[in-house]
């Protein structure tokens, strides 16, 4: 219905197309009779799509009949005249049109027309009024041009069916009607205004009898339909739109109530304007209201997301915060780690020099007690045998002395380059060239 709706300039466009191919052959054709069918098939066309349109061709074939002075023929376009001037919202003139036919002398086809005329012009009056008073007078006066027109149709016949489903419903017997009226949209060909005009009678019974869904089926149906053969005499479309507004979807309703009054001003209907005015402001109303509305909601909604924006820059400026003190303490944890490492490391060469230099103590203490262990025994054989002079000269010689002192600072030295091993190296940066040390190759 949406994609219909939004396509109305193409089906318009198609109809004007249409009824512009019928009025070129129209132009070729000198017999009036020939004439006369082609303003015909012109004015089908117009009476449901542009009023004032229908009602020039209806006055060319009131003028026709009058030269051909065919009863008949200015019967039949008083007719029409009296049906699209009801449709357009002059129900005096239709009245006055009905007054000048003289019903006795018409044939049965004619009277079939004047009847059902009869009806549509009742039920347009029904709508104009909209008064329950009125409303009861026009329904009567429809029983009796109902019953006026049954009478004369087979009562086989479609056109008949319709006519009693239409009585049915008028008396309260809405099942009933339902039941003939779906029969005959089973038969009814698709993509045309019958099909259309079933279609809207399907919805206005399943309403009284309060089924929503079949209702709002059937309203799409018709609505889709009439739309498509632009007929702009489309009741169907304002019903859908009310039915819509009631069942609260007021966007659709607005849109498809706009699109009804657009029809409306082209076919130029002050009936049909009429009918619009009592319901357009009210859901208009409702749609302003609920823009208006949608649209305080929207300010709201940009007030909360500014508030939420701002949260959100002081959330991410205090995570950025936080972020930057704990990449410092990574920082500051990783250099800690550094120092640790070192620190462990100078530890670990103190725990080895001390090891060295305590194994080497102990060494060379085990040594000096053999050798003062071996002095002594020394002496306390000389003494034993007498030999004071020998002993005399062992404690005065420095010999032994000096050798142990150089065996001391040699065992000295290799052991304090083994835990210091650059320790020269470094010490003759610290001097000048002339003045550095050597180590020997056996050292």
């Not at 507004?245 to 009429?274: H, I, M, P």
């Not at 462990?344 to 085990?366: F, M, P, S, T, V």
Request: aromatic content about 10%; some cysteine.
């Amino acid at each position: 219905m949406d994609k219909t709706i939004a396509d109305r300039a193409v089906y318009t466009a198609n109809k004007e197309k249409r009824i512009d191919s019928i009025k070129k052959i129209l132009k070729n054709q000198e017999a009036l009779e020939d004439q006369y069918r082609l303003n015909g098939d012109v004015i089908s066309e117009y009476q449901s799509f542009k009023c004032d349109s229908a009602l020039v061709y209806i006055e060319r074939n009131l003028q026709i009949a009058k030269d051909l002075k065919n009863t008949d023929y200015l019967d039949e376009s008083k007719l029409k005249l009296a049906f699209v001037s009801s449709m357009s919202g002059l129900f005096t003139q239709a009245a006055e049109i009905f007054q000048t036919i003289h019903y006795d002398s018409l044939p049965v086809h004619l009277k079939v027309l004047y009847w059902w005329s009869h009806i549509r012009y009742n039920e347009n009056l029904v709508k104009y009024t909209d008064s329950p008073k009125f409303e009861r007078v026009y329904a009567s006066e429809n029983k009796k041009s109902r019953d006026a027109l049954m009478s004369l149709l087979d009562p086989k016949g479609e056109m008949y069916l319709k006519e009693m489903a239409f009585k049915l419903k008028g008396d309260g017997d809405y099942a009933a009607s339902a039941k003939i009226q779906k029969d005959l949209f089973k038969t009814a060909e698709p993509n045309t205004h019958g099909y259309a005009m079933s279609a809207m009678g399907l919805a206005m019974v399943n309403k009284e009898l309060e089924n929503r869904e079949l209702e709002e089926k059937y309203l799409i149906l018709a609505a889709i339909t009439d739309t498509r053969l632009a007929i702009k005499e489309n009741e169907s479309l304002l019903t859908l739109a009310i039915h819509l507004y009631t069942n609260g979807d007021v966007n659709r309703a607005y849109n498809y109530v706009r699109a009804s009054l657009d029809d409306a001003n082209f076919y130029n209907s002050r009936f049909r304007n009429a009918v619009i005015a009592r319901t357009q402001p009210i859901i208009e109303a409702t749609y302003l209201a609920k823009i208006e509305q949608q649209r305080e909601n929207l300010h709201l909604y940009a007030l909360l997301i500014s508030v939420f924006a701002v949260v959100l820059i002081l959330s991410l400026y205090f995570l950025y915060r936080q972020i930057k003190v704990v990449s410092t303490a990574k920082k500051n944890l990783s250099l800690i780690n550094v120092q640790l490492i070192s620190v462990n490391h100078r530890l670990d060469e103190a725990n080895l020099i001390r090891e060295k230099y305590i194994g080497y103590y102990i060494n060379q203490c085990a040594v000096y007690l053999d050798k003062l262990d071996e002095y002594r025994r020394n002496v306390n054989r000389k003494i034993k045998a007498g030999q004071y002079e020998a002993l005399q000269k062992l404690t005065v010689s420095t010999t032994a002395l000096e050798k142990d002192a150089l065996e001391l600072y040699q065992d000295f030295d290799r052991t304090f380059l083994e835990v210091y091993p650059t320790f020269v190296d470094e010490l003759n940066l610290l001097l000048r060239e002339e003045e550095r040390f050597s180590l020997k190759k056996d050292n």
